[in-house]
């Protein structure tokens, strides 16, 4: 037999009859109704104090809501030994619940200990007394002001059209959503990069008219570098970024949808509305649908939740709160972390940059744009180069020590300058000794004449320059010679030699300690 609900229309009707004197089977009959049903609903108002010589006037919807809940009460029972064998161990079902256990699985750990109970049962009274199934009541968040707030989420895409080798690409899509008006704008990239994502939020300013005042991104690694509910690290290119067009960037937390409901389900909706179906030979093509799509299909489109079509709901509320959308192209920064190597340079983009020589063996940090790099020690500026292209480098002489820099930048001017000023003689030297058509390669020549004036003395090196530059000998080793042999000017004798002392023999013996002692020749020639 087939079970009918009574309306509350009809329960109502029920009544007003009965108070106006109707009998039940008529009652019954007039409403289709079976009469044991309608003197249910009569036995229920007259407990709830109503009766029939009261009239119909005395039906209040009050009463009406008291008798329907006095028919809608639950039927009490008591529950069987298994429901009491669960109660006994509410806090053990409990705590196995809260460590994340499957409910089957605690059914059979009860069993492991002579605890039988149903699976039913076991449902029922988790369901009852637990909480278990049932997800925690969510709040709507208000949408905000206008042009306040703007939802951002990334996915995968599909592919394009097979290329001249016979393989098709797969793309992904940056999708912005405005929270107020729906309105939305999608940037199709291969990468999701701290790059890519500068480029969309670009192209998404110039579609929206203006910079939205905030920006949700989900916890992409292109922008959040460490995703955190109270103390997100921010990814320092995008960061900066969002300060140069005066936003702010509002990550979500990990695994928390509801915190940007509004375009959580967009990624589906574009893969299939804007892409299936759609031949594509290359990324423009996928950016030039995009927008064609976001601006004459989805956004002329009426939105079921706000009732009105995104794009004029947009630019009826949010486009003229928007802050002024940037007039020059953002020009996007490297940042990296070089470490100085022993020839006092960093690499940065593949280029050479020359820093003081206290920074040698320590990691900086360097920000390259198109025109300088900067290079940081903590939140301190200590360098900045004009920025080269790759394979090139900027160097400051004023970073290296001065007596290495003349080598290194192959300065004979400031070899000469030192020879002078040992005298005038040996500056005279020095620069007969670089007088040739590729003077960088005598450095070492007079490298080693400076050394002879360390070794010799200014004095002597001026009077052996003298007499050398007198007969044009330029022979740095014939000048040591000369010093050697202490001759300054022709024909000059030499230097007495030193007297050579001998040491005595310290371990030498008497004469009388040989057997035969040694006899003069004198002796020896008498004797004969």
């Known amino acids: 037999m087939a079970y009918r609900e009574v309306t509350m229309v009809e329960s ?8 106006g004197g ?31 010589e009261h009239g119909d006037g005395a039906l209040t919807e009050e009463k009406l809501a008291e008798v329907l809940v006095a028919l809608r009460a639950p039927l009490e029972r008591e529950h069987g030994p298994s429901w009491a064998r669960c109660e006994e161990h509410r806090a053990r079902i409990k705590t196995l619940l809260e460590d994340k256990v499957k409910l089957s699985k605690v059914r059979r750990l009860l069993e492991r200990t002579g605890i039988e109970v149903p699976y039913p049962t076991l449902h029922r009274f988790a369901v009852a007394e637990l909480g278990f199934g049932r997800s925690a009541t969510t709040i709507a968040v208000l949408d905000g002001e206008p042009g306040q707030e703007l939802q951002l989420d990334t996915g995968w895409m599909t592919l394009l059209e097979s290329d001249l080798f016979g393989k098709r690409r797969r793309f992904r899509a940056w999708i912005f959503t405005a929270v107020r008006s ?13 790059q890519t994502g500068i480029e ?7 579609y929206f008219g203006g910079v939205f005042r905030v920006l949700l991104p989900d916890n992409t690694k292109a922008i959040v570098n460490r995703a955190d509910a109270l103390d997100p690290v921010i990814n320092v290119t995008f960061l900066e970024y969002a300060q140069a067009r005066g936003f702010v960037v509002d990550p979500t937390r990990v695994r928390r949808p509801r915190d940007k409901a509004r375009v959580e389900r967009a990624v589906q909706t574009v893969r299939d509305d804007c892409f299936g179906g759609e031949s594509l030979q290359t990324i423009d093509d996928a950016r030039r649908r995009a927008r064609h799509w976001s601006e004459h299909e989805y956004g002329v489109r009426r939105h079921t939740r706000t009732q009105r079509m995104p794009l004029e709901h947009f630019t009826a509320e949010e486009k003229p709160q928007l802050l002024p959308a940037p007039t020059a192209p953002y020009d996007v920064p490297l940042w990296c972390e070089p470490k100085i190597a022993r020839d006092q340079y960093a690499q940065v983009a593949k280029a050479l940059y020359s820093l003081p020589t206290r920074y040698v063996g320590k990691t900086l940090r360097a920000r390259a744009d198109r025109i300088t790099v900067r290079f940081y020690e903590g939140g301190v500026l200590i360098k900045s180069h004009v920025r080269q292209p790759p394979g090139h480098q900027a160097t400051d002489v004023s970073d290296f020590p001065q007596h290495k820099t003349a080598y290194a930048l192959r300065d004979v001017a400031f070899l000469e300058r030192q020879a002078a000023s040992h005298g005038e003689a040996v500056g005279r030297f020095a620069k007969a000794l670089l007088d040739c058509p590729l003077p960088w390669t005598r450095m070492r020549r007079v490298y080693a004449l400076l050394g002879l004036a360390k070794k010799y003395g200014d004095a002597r090196v001026q009077e052996a320059c003298l007499t050398a530059l007198a007969v044009d000998m330029l022979d740095v080793k014939r000048l040591e010679r000369m010093l050697k042999l202490g001759r300054s000017t022709p024909g000059a004798p030499p230097l007495a030699a030193p007297t050579t002392v001998i040491p005595l023999a310290r371990y030498l013996r008497p004469a009388q300690q040989y057997a035969l002692p040694l006899l003069s020749s004198g002796t020896n020639s008498e004797e004969t």
């Open 182 to 194: 729906r309105h939305r704008f999608v940037w199709p990239c291969f990468r999701e990069t701290t």
């Open 200 to 206: 969309a939020c670009e192209a998404a300013w110039e």
């Open 12 to 19: 109502k009707e029920v009544l007003r009859l009965w108070l």
């Open 22 to 52: 109707a009998a039940k089977k008529r009652i019954a009959r007039q409403l289709g109704l079976d009469p044991k049903t309608v003197r249910r609903y009569i036995k229920a108002a007259e407990g709830c104090g109503l009766r029939r």
